[in-house]
């Protein structure tokens, strides 16, 4: 007679969600003996051969395994909201200083960035007689951009973008776009290095 140690498979394994020290954990409380995980089964269910000593099991071997899920919890929620201060400050520096509006010192920021983005223009790829067409157009443009009480510099490059299409870039390596962008990372740049002198 064939005696089979391995009884045919039940009910699938069930799974209980459960939440431990605010994490989420799933539990699989399985009663299959063919799986390596299972809460204690009848004796019956093992036949007791000659010689042989029954095994003793713990009163539970449930296995807890981690969720995967979306739910929020205490420290993800402390995360999310410490990047979501860090985007509302990043947002926050993305606008030139109030002071800057100042009839006055919006045209001494408009000479400096036709300077130094004419520079940056040559030095980039070689200097060509566009960059002092871009370079001047763009100075122009951020000055009224200032006078007109534009803050953000997102308003600030596309007004400066429309208004270097008005170049021909056809003998030029730039483009009116790259241009303005080239443009607007330098007064970022200032606004920074100015932020950290006070």
Not at 120 to 137: A, F, G, H, R
Request: glycine content about 2%; proline content about 7%.
């Amino acid at each position: 007679m064939r005696l089979s140690l391995m009884p045919s498979l039940s009910t699938p394994p069930k799974c209980q969600n459960v939440t431990i020290n605010n994490i989420p954990f799933s539990i699989i409380n399985s009663t299959n003996p063919h799986l390596p995980f299972r809460t204690p089964v009848a004796s019956s269910h093992y036949p007791i051969l000659s010689n042989s000593t029954p095994i003793t099991r713990s009163p539970t071997n449930d296995v807890i395994t981690r969720c995967q899920s979306s739910i929020s919890t205490p420290l993800n929620s402390q995360e999310d909201d410490d990047d979501d201060e860090e985007e509302e400050s990043l947002v926050q520096d993305l606008r030139v200083p109030a002071h800057w509006l100042l009839p006055s010192k919006a045209l001494e920021e408009s000479q400096w960035l036709k300077v130094t983005l004419h520079k940056w223009l040559d030095d980039e790829y070689c200097p060509e007689e566009t960059n002092v067409e871009i370079s001047k157009v763009a100075a122009q443009s951020y000055y009224v951009s200032l006078l007109e009480k534009q803050t953000d510099l997102g308003d600030i490059l596309l007004n400066m973008a429309r208004n270097l299409e008005s170049i021909s870039y056809k003998e030029s390596f730039h483009g009116a776009f790259s241009s303005a962008n080239a443009a607007v990372n330098l007064i970022v740049q200032r606004i920074e290095l100015q932020g950290k002198t006070f």
